[in-house]
């Protein structure tokens, strides 16, 4: 038998916003890789990339918090916080944050949160699992949470450092296009279609890609126009 990474890409996963805080910082990033483990007591494995900011406050303060999304989660949100590093930029300014006992909890789009303290840590090569006990978690709304398929379904793909990133499968995009098609950032995946617009950015519905100023950027991931790439 060959190994075939698209037999692992069936799998399924949730989608969770993991936030932690240390030294002073605070800062929530998105991941697939979060399961419970055991249910008594209530002890979960995340794991998160190394590179990442999140990592460093998760292990530097023992402690993380994270949300279960809602499929209705809109993709700025998630791009926020999946494709920006809290290195640049201040996430948890954006979303509208509960303080836990330890660390900060996003509510905005959350079925539930949870906090939970770092009881081990395991070096998986590029990502760290942590395997972490639930101390505190509620439940924020009754809403269906937002699957990795689901999310994948509805725009782009996984960023670069998510443990389920499959790296660039499409080829890329041929560059005649039709005047009304619809253009896809190169970053995150996002896909602008001139039928839908950007209303929330001031675009209305039926403009096409080549009217949009000059200044507008990727509502997900804050790429240029030049980033785009026609369908
Ligand atoms: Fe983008």
Request: with cysteine.
């Amino acid at each position: 038998m060959a190994m075939d990474p698209k037999a692992l890409w069936t799998m399924s996963y949730g989608m969770y916003l993991v936030t932690a805080r240390a030294g002073g910082r605070a800062n929530g990033q998105i991941a697939n890789a979060v399961f419970q483990v055991t249910a008594e007591p209530p002890r979960l494995a995340i794991a998160i990339n190394k590179e990442n900011f999140t990592h460093d406050l998760i292990r530097d303060g023992g402690w993380c918090g994270f949300a279960v999304l809602a499929e209705s989660a809109p993709m700025e949100f998630i791009g926020l916080f999946g494709f920006k590093s809290g290195r640049d930029v201040d996430k948890l300014a954006h979303a509208t944050v509960r303080d836990g006992l330890h660390v900060p909890l996003v509510v905005d789009h959350a079925v539930a949160v949870a906090e939970a303290r770092v009881l081990q840590t395991t070096d998986a090569g590029t990502h760290t699992v942590f395997i972490v006990e639930a101390v505190n978690a509620e439940v924020v709304s009754g809403a269906a949470p937002l699957t990795y398929a689901g999310y994948h379904a509805r725009k782009g793909k996984a960023p670069k450092n998510a443990p389920t990133y499959r790296g660039e499968t499409e080829p890329p995009a041929p560059p005649a296009a039709s005047p009304a098609s619809t253009w896809t950032c190169g970053v995150c995946g996002y896909t602008y279609d001139p039928e839908e617009g950007d209303p929330a950015h001031g675009v209305a519905p039926g403009t096409r890609f080549e009217d949009l100023p000059d200044d507008w950027v990727c509502p997900v991931c804050g790429a240029p126009k030049d980033a785009f790439l026609p369908d």
